[in-house]
């Protein structure tokens, strides 16, 4: 014990650190915020250094060329000891890392710590933000397999539509004209060097100001942010209601933090690690390309956006969520900070959570995909079949052998990418839908060109048949008064 | 030792140094940029476009679409499979050949050809190709991207390198009449 003392004192002689850790140990934070509120930011860090530590053990057996990192993939899953589960804690802990981001994200934004004087500490969170979800895409990337592949191919597409400089980006992005070597060369230097030094140094400065300019105290409703007085009042908490951060505060965000880390163990031990998925083999195209979780919304959004406004938001869009970001603590820098008083702000939150998983949910189904393999792997349901005449038995065949299944549901099976058919007799009469399916019209394409009339009178026949029985079949009303004398 | 203006030698000498310090910085950040740039300006140096072979055109029935592959031109050894592009070939009649990027000219997921329908679906947001490549329905806004080709001593050979994004004028090659 004696000699520890005397080697720490020898240290504290030469490095001076003992000083003033102390002191920011020891230094007074309001004592509402020694709450289970405020355990998001120092969970963020301790689920960065598990990145840390897990990304450095990857990469002493992964190997960032393209014509390997596959491999070395699966080498770590299957012959280095608990590969597996180091890949696993990586992976689990960038979903957790990017979850508790966003968390401290919106907890910071409804307590109203961004407002004066700690403006800097938000702007350098935005930058935290987009640093943990560059490298959560990057780390996509890394984990090389066909879903990468294609993502990047998704990546290089997106930023070819910005004007004038699309080609060069396109170029720059990929290191190449094609996705490649360089490409994952690029990635893995921006994945293992460029991003993290980036965030390594914006998350000290992070942690610096909120050192400097004290905890964020518990917002009382009817207490105003005003920057003439708002240093005085909050010294003075500090003083006459204040605990010292170690170990009032800090005791919550280590029981926290572990427990985060023991979650990332036991998703990693349960769930194993994330892929990878197919060989990145551009000629394998027997494939169907998906982003991680918190892209996924990304995915639904460039499915739905209507054509002519897909360019403009995902160009114009990220900026205009970047500038409102930064500009937030200067446009409301002082006020109220309850979120108990602040409605729009909660609204805003709430609207932006029910659209974003609204998106998550809808791309985990994906109905505007095609089911590519309905025709040949997915059969009518039988009751739609049985009673028919042999015409309408003919047109079922030339519905599954036309691939009408991959974009068309039968009995729940097959695309959602067109109506489902169940009762589509209800809907269009028998000329409309000879019409519908030889020229198409809405989002569907035209079949003249694919279909002998033979075949397309079958095909009617076979969908005049598709209404439940308790609802008529859609007549044509000139033709009705016709038959009538 | 300060004069009364303010500026003194040893001010001076710093303002020097940085100013030195400055020009070294830009003399060495000139070939860094360079380097960096190194993939947009090459293409406009020599471009990335050569014509290959994707073999004889006897593997191209007529009246069919069929998958063809051929190795990137400007490809390192270190690119493995990704240097080995895939894209399809429809030989209309004669000498009368389309051949198609594999990219959907929405985002670029690959785009699969159901001949029983006579459609190119793309497996990512629903985009949908006639046969002829030009679009049917979903994101995209425009038809497939098509290579220049030309026939070489009965061997299909098409003008290749780069992959074809939204972006990349290569709108205007579909537009180009085929040469023969």
Redesign the interface.
């Known amino acids: 014990m004696r000699l520890m003392h005397e080697l720490s004192d020898w240290l504290d002689q030469r490095l001076q650190l003992g000083a003033p850790i102390r002191e920011t140990m020891q230094h007074p934070v309001p004592r509402d915020t020694a709450s289970w509120f405020y355990v998001f930011g120092s969970a963020a860090m301790t689920v960065f250094a598990l990145q840390l530590v897990t990304g450095i053990l990857l990469a002493l057996i992964y190997v960032p060329?393209?014509?390997?990192a596959w491999n070395s993939l699966q080498i770590l899953n299957h012959q280095v000891t608990l590969g597996w589960f180091i890949r696993a804690l990586h992976g689990w802990g960038s979903n957790f890392m990017l979850a508790i981001v966003l968390i401290h994200m919106v907890q910071v934004f409804l307590f109203g710590a961004y407002k004066y004087p700690r403006e800097l500490t938000w702007i350098f969170g935005v930058f935290l933000l987009l640093m943990t979800l560059g490298m959560a895409f990057t780390g996509q990337v890394l984990r090389f397999d066909e879903d990468a592949?294609?993502g990047l191919?998704?990546g290089?597409?997106?930023?070819?539509?910005?004007p004038g400089l699309?080609?060069?980006l396109?170029?720059?992005l990929?290191?190449?004209?094609?996705?490649?070597?360089?490409?994952l060369s690029r990635f893995f230097a921006l994945h293992v060097f460029v991003i993290p030094g980036a965030l390594i140094l914006f998350m000290a400065l992070h942690v610096l100001l909120v050192l400097k300019l004290g905890v964020n105290e518990w917002p009382m409703p009817g207490r105003l942010v005003r920057r003439f007085d708002y240093l005085q009042k909050y010294h003075a908490l500090t003083r006459t209601d204040g605990v010292p951060f170690v170990p009032y505060a800090v005791w919550k965000d280590a029981v926290f933090s572990g427990l985060i880390l023991l979650c990332i163990a036991a998703c990693a031990l349960y769930f194993g690690p994330f892929g990878p998925s197919g060989?990145?083999?551009?000629?394998v195209?027997?494939?169907?390309?998906r982003p991680d979780y918190f892209f996924l919304w990304l995915?639904a959004l460039?499915?739905l956006?209507p054509?002519?406004l897909?360019t403009p938001v995902l160009l114009i869009g990220p900026v205009i969520a970047l500038i409102v970001l930064l500009a937030l603590p200067f446009i409301s820098g002082e006020g109220e900070k309850s979120w108990k008083k602040r409605p729009i702000a909660v609204l805003t939150i709430l609207l932006i959570a029910v659209a974003l998983g609204t998106f998550t949910n809808l791309a985990s189904h994906a109905p505007?995909?095609?089911v590519?393999d309905a025709?040949t792997g997915a059969p009518i349901p039988l009751k739609l079949l049985s009673g028919r005449t042999p015409l309408q038995i003919q047109g079922a065949l030339v519905f599954q052998?036309?691939?009408?299944h991959?974009c068309h549901a039968l009995g729940e099976i097959g695309g959602k990418?067109g109506p489902d058919l169940d009762a589509v007799a209800v809907r269009l009469t028998a000329d409309q839908l000879v019409r519908q399916v030889l020229q198409?019209g809405g989002?569907?394409?035209?079949?003249g060109?694919?279909l002998n009339p033979a075949e397309t009178t079958a095909l009617a026949a076979f969908l005049g048949t598709l209404h439940p029985s308790t609802q008529a079949k859609a007549q044509d009303a000139s033709r009705m008064s016709e038959a009538q004398p | 030792m300060s004069v009364p203006d303010g500026l003194s030698r040893r001010n001076m000498l710093l303002r020097l140094a940085m100013l030195f310090n400055g020009v070294v910085g830009v003399v060495l950040g000139i070939p860094v940029v360079r380097y960096i740039l190194s993939p947009v300006t090459r293409g406009r140096q020599s471009g990335y476009q050569s014509w290959i072979s994707l073999g004889s055109i006897d593997q191209f029935p007529s009246g069919q679409t069929r998958l063809a592959t051929y190795r990137n031109p400007v490809a390192n050894a270190s690119d493995g499979e990704t240097a080995e592009i895939a894209c399809w070939v429809r030989h209309t009649d004669g000498d009368h050949f389309q051949v198609f990027a594999i990219n959907c000219a929405h985002l670029g997921c690959p785009v699969r050809w159901f001949p029983q329908s006579g459609l190119f679906m793309c497996p990512c947001h629903g985009g949908a190709y006639y046969a002829d490549g030009s679009r049917a329905s979903g994101p995209p806004e425009r038809g497939l991207f098509e290579y220049p080709f030309k026939i070489l001593d009965g061997k299909l050979q098409i003008q290749a390198g780069e992959m074809p994004t939204p972006g990349l004028s290569a709108g205007n090659r579909t537009k180009r009449p085929p040469c023969a």
Do not use: F, H
């Open positions: 060329s393209a014509g390997e592949y294609w191919g998704i290089a597409s997106i930023s070819s539509r910005t699309g080609p060069a396109v170029k720059l990929l290191g190449g004209p094609i996705i490649a070597g360089a490409t060989q990145p083999d551009p000629r195209i027997q494939t169907a390309p995915y460039l499915s956006l054509p002519a897909e505007w995909s095609p590519m025709g052998s036309k691939q009408c991959n990418r198409g989002n569907m394409p035209a079949y060109n694919n």
